[in-house]
């Protein structure tokens, strides 16, 4: 029989460990390899889908740009008919509102001829009352104020 020595027990135990090790290495290897097959499919799919989506957010971009040139140019028409429909305006109320004036104050003096309105000789009720302050103050008293108001 064969004795073992102490240098072929070391080498024996020495080649079990590097055997142990490089299972391990394997191991870690193969798992690093399916995760990277994972990791390369993913980003093709991620790509194929994203390719699709970008030629969609450009259409919908350039359609909304579209969209706004054309609220723009509503919106400046817009602004074109309120400023004609304003300049219009002041050209009726021009043309027109001096002329009513006059027939209304026309009509209004032609009342007043024919008796329509309130004599100046008809006397004021007495029964109404101004409140200034908390305080009621009679017509008479009110009246004298509005005739002082009229003189200065």
Known sequence: MHTVSGGEVAGIL??????????FLAVALA??????KATTKLVADVTDQAVPLLAEASTAVRSAQTQI???DAIASDVQEVTSNAS????????????????VAAFGYGVRRALGGGRKEDAPVKESRRTVIVGRTV???????RNLRGKRD
């Open 87 to 102: 300049a219009l305006s002041t050209t009726v109320a021009s043309t027109f509102g001096g002329p009513l004036v006059k």
């Open 31 to 36: 798992r690093l390899a399916q995760t990277l």
């Open 138 to 144: 009679p017509a008479a008293r009110r009246d004298k």
């Open 69 to 71: 040139d054309r609220v």
């Open 14 to 23: 020495v080649a079990v460990f590097w055997a142990i090790l490089v299972s």
